[in-house]
């Protein structure tokens, strides 16, 4: 019985050691000599959701891509853009669109899938629709009917948007409208002395009155009427200052025609108002306006925060509000029209063709013009070899090359990857000309050690099972008549750079043979030729 109660006790002794925490006083080691954390690096913060913060579906074009954001809200109530590098980014189907592991999302074909971010366990999908083509706007309204307000807090309206494709779009707001059309979406008052509305849709009062607020894209608007009543005088913060003034108009390509609604966003030490295009309320209560002014006018006309695109180059536009004021240059395209008839987007019998032939030249020749019309073709063989320091001069006649938005025309040679080899590339340099007399050409990095050779042509293998059309798809290289300046070509000169020399890659296979010092077959050889952006000469 004694035996019994000493374990007993002993028993319970030890039970209580081990249900007694081991406590560590402020500033002191842990039990295995570590230095003790803080208390607040102990508790852990949770992910307890997550939001792609997009309204689906997101319709996307081919070739375009997108920039998807995961906002992850914690235990302790913080919201933020998630970590990058620990999110999983997964597509329903591949072959539609792809993403990339930091979430940029890549239209491939089309079709529609699922996109899903996945955060410590925590996902949100979006759906998104890829189209082969623009899909046309074919009906937009304002979300809210007539209205009426009797105080000046602001109120911002959303739109219903329908397409040509069958999809629709209800209460949606302006910001997300834009990046699925492609026209100038844009906002406007009959009576800003009555209230202002943002390229937002963000509408303010300003007096007791009536005013009508019109939407605007392309050839498709809609209007509502806003009543304003009981309002008391305006007293506007004679502590108000301006801090800063930004355009944030999009910058990208313009095109000679179209018409584009300037916006800047202005911060004041009272607020911040975006959206801004001319005549808008401050966050102080003051009625006020923005100046626009481009340097030069022959290219684009301002009127009330609109600019009509007239010709073609690169101008600098100017905002100004008080002694604030930015500036960005923007650079005006050509408009690129279909040719008359489709065979003119690659040559033909229409054109004018001159060939000079250079050493071990002739491959194709018998077949020349005529096997470098219409569209690249596949196996590498239907081409026409220039010979070392050969050239071709081509003459657009029915249809000439402009610089519009992105590559203006795409040259397609038959580089390869050979087996135990890197490229085979044959290079060569590209100028162009208005007149045919004064060239220009594209810059051409012909002895690359990396063999990228950036600006020359004969460089990129040709996806012939693609659309000749699309430099993301077609392969071949492609060129841009922004590098140079120029608005408009009708003359082609490809010249040989005479790269078959014993010390360049494209002399040796990998087995000691030689690879382009071959008679007939030596130098640039030209599939076809692709314009991108013309119009009808």
Known sequence: MRLFLILFVLFVFVSCLEATPMTVQEGSGSADGSESAPADEDESVDVQSVDLNEEGPLVMT????FQLVLLATLSNGEVSDADADRVVWYSNNADVVSVSDNGVVTALGEGSTTVKGTLSSQSDSIDIVVRDDEVDLTN?????ANFSKSSRSALTLTLDADFSDGTFYRGISAEDLRKKISCDLSFSSSDEESGVITQEGMFTPVENGITTLKVQCGLRADTVTATINGLSDLEANPDEE??????????SDWVVGETRTLTATAVFNTGTVTGISRTFVTPGGTLAAIAWEADDDSFLQIDSGTAELLGYGTTTLTATFQEAYDETEVSIKMKSEDPDDSADYFLSSNDN???SY???????DHLFPTIVYGMPQTGGTHVV?????GSLLVELVDYVVVDGTGFDFTIFENPEA??????FAERASVSVSTDGINFYSFSCDVDDEEEVYEGCAGVNPVNANENPLDPEVSGGDSFDLADLGISTVAFILIEDLNTCVPDDPTYYAADGSLLCSVSGTQGFD????AILNGVNN
Do not use: C, K, P, R
Not at 526 to 529: G, M
């Open 385 to 389: 070899s220039f010979g070392g320091g």
């Open 358 to 364: 250079g050493t071990n030249a002739g491959y194709g």
């Open 140 to 144: 937009l309204d304002f979300h809210q």
């Open 62 to 65: 081919v070739g375009e891509s």
């Open 242 to 251: 301006i801090e800063s003034l930004m355009i944030t108009v999009d910058s």
């Open 353 to 355: 063709l001159s060939i």
């Open 418 to 423: 050979l087996e135990g080899y890197n490229l």
């Open 526 to 529: 030209l599939d076809a030729i």
